[in-house]
């Protein structure tokens, strides 16, 4: 009874460690994005400044 609620603990403590990697690795790609958006936007915004 007991090897079988640590058994429980332990598979449920793993797989909150994979959501919260996965919510990690989410971050970190939305991060990505958002500077890549800014980052071409700051590129239109610099091409439209230097044409007016």
């Known amino acids: 009874m007991k090897n ?3 058994i429980k603990r332990m598979k449920e403590n793993k797989e909150s460690l994979y959501k919260k990697i996965l919510l990690k690795g ?3 790609l939305i991060m990505i994005v958002i500077k890549r958006d800014l980052l071409s936007w700051g590129k239109n ?4 400044i230097m044409i007016s």
């Open 4 to 6: 079988k609620c640590i």
């Open 26 to 28: 989410k971050d970190i």
């Open 45 to 48: 915004q610099g091409i439209k």
